[in-house]
């Protein structure tokens, strides 16, 4: 009986060893493959830029998208990883006249040395990685808050923006897409127009958005969402591109209405807003931050809508009650108008098939900008952001229209990576 179990003693003993080597062969064959798993993450990320690099510049030739797929791919995948042998980039081009896209495939592969895979025959692995890019035409408007809280702490967010927006249009093909430009505080101006005809200049836009091009005055949302789905609504049905958008940045909540006001000496056509310093002083609605005139006794009763007609002040589906006599007196009553008419527009924009991106910055849309009006969290600027933009989850989320993004920037440092967001959402990227 002794002998016996110093047999199994044995046996465990010569097992022992075996075991060892098949834990560590298993434990390097899975760093062998970790390490691949690595390469081909890094190699789809490579060839998602270069397939959306190369769609962008297609209609300038195959040479053309062949020469900014390599130059992205190259830009985006590190350098000798994992000494892993990168394969020739592979593209191939097909054009849609019916929707005038252009559709670009972009495949590569890599081998990755393996170390311990070789003890079983496997000197490396081979991994791939393909990603598809959809450019079609789009017809589009951006929309930008010029207001004074741009300014602070200091000029240098005003500036960030525009370079931003500057960033945004470059994403845009000249010669094929329509892109608007709509500046917004106070009052509202109209940068070039989109046209019947496709393309943009460019360089009227980037000017627009220049030096002389300065922060002040308040909010006025629903005239710019207003003015931009006019803009759309204005290209003829038979040429328009198939994806309409309206990309609307802002830093904080609506606050001002444009309507025609009536005192008893006379009716005038301007804004009025719950922030401005003087609360009854009506301004201009065609220029960004000049003042009209004072009508003291004219917002004793606001009108029902519009200057235009088209957008109520009462809210479409009820969501925010407007009565002069609420809590925080006239001017939460004027607040909350301003709010309604922003939501209104932009769900009638989004019920005829306009799809509307939203593009939101700091701090003021995650507070209650009147708390004095009894608001809660679902008042927040980031919320009503979501709503105009009709993002899934949101609480008016309707699934029968278009769904939008919010890309939100902590800061100015932050802003070109949310419009790149929305710029890769309007370009329709896909894997």
């Known amino acids: 009986m002794e002998r016996g179990r110093r047999n199994d003693k044995g046996q465990v003993l010569v097992l022992l060893p075996l075991v060892l080597l098949m834990l560590l062969a298993i ?3 899975a760093l062998d493959v970790g390490m691949a798993y690595v390469v081909k993450t890094k190699l789809s990320a490579a060839v998602d830029a270069a397939a959306l690099a190369a769609a962008k510049v297609a209609a300038q030739g195959e040479t053309a998208a062949d020469a900014a797929a390599d130059r992205f791919f190259a830009t ?9 042998s990168v394969g020739p980039l592979e ?3 097909s054009y849609d006249d019916h929707e005038r896209s252009w559709t670009v495939t972009v495949s590569t592969t890599a081998s990755v040395p393996t170390y311990f895979a070789t003890a079983v025959g496997w000197s490396n692995f081979t991994v791939g990685a393909s990603a598809t890019s959809i450019v079609a035409p789009v017809d589009l408007v951006l929309v930008l808050d010029c207001s004074e809280s741009l300014l602070k702490p200091s000029g240098q967010t005003f500036k960030d923006l525009k370079q931003a927006a500057v960033n945004f249009v470059d994403s845009f093909n000249p010669d094929n897409d329509r892109i608007g430009l709509i500046l917004f505080a106070t009052g509202v101006v109209e940068g070039p127009k989109i046209t019947g005809k496709r393309g943009f200049e460019k360089e009227k836009i980037k000017e627009a958005l220049g030096d002389s091009l300065e922060a002040a005055g308040v909010t006025t949302a629903e005239e710019a969402l207003r003015l931009a789905k006019e803009q759309l609504d204005a290209v003829p049905e038979a040429v328009r591109s198939r994806q309409r958008i309206i990309v609307f940045f802002a830093d904080g909540a609506p606050n001002g209405i444009a309507a025609n006001f009536t005192s008893a000496k006379s ?5 009025v807003s719950s922030q401005a310093r003087v609360f009854e002083q009506i301004y201009r609605v065609d220029t960004l931050n000049s003042e009209q005139h004072a009508l003291a ?4 009763d606001l009108p029902t809508e519009d200057w235009s007609g088209t957008v109520k002040l009462a809210s479409f589906n009820g969501i925010r009650e407007l009565d002069p006599e609420a809590e925080g007196g006239l001017k939460c009553h004027v607040n909350r108008g301003a709010r309604n008419m922003a939501e209104n527009i932009a ?12 593009v939101g910055l700091g701090e003021r849309l995650s507070t209650l900008e009147r708390a004095d009006c009894g608001y809660d969290s679902r008042e927040h600027g980031e919320n009503i952001m979501r709503r105009i933009a009709n993002v899934r989850g949101v609480d008016t989320y309707n699934p029968n229209q278009p769904t939008g993004i919010y890309a939100y920037a902590k800061d100015s440092s932050q802003l070109d990576a949310a419009f790149n967001k929305v710029a890769r959402a ?3 990227l896909s894997k």
């Open 91 to 93: 593209t191939a081009f």
């Open 426 to 428: 309007t370009l329709r």
């Open 297 to 300: 006794d004219s917002l004793k």
């Open 347 to 358: 769900n009638t924009a989004r019920s005829e098939s306009i799809t509307v991106f939203t």
């Open 267 to 271: 009716t005038v056509r301007g804004v």
């Open 76 to 84: 985006n995948y590190p350098n000798d990883l994992l000494k892993a």
């Open 27 to 29: 434990a390097g064959l």
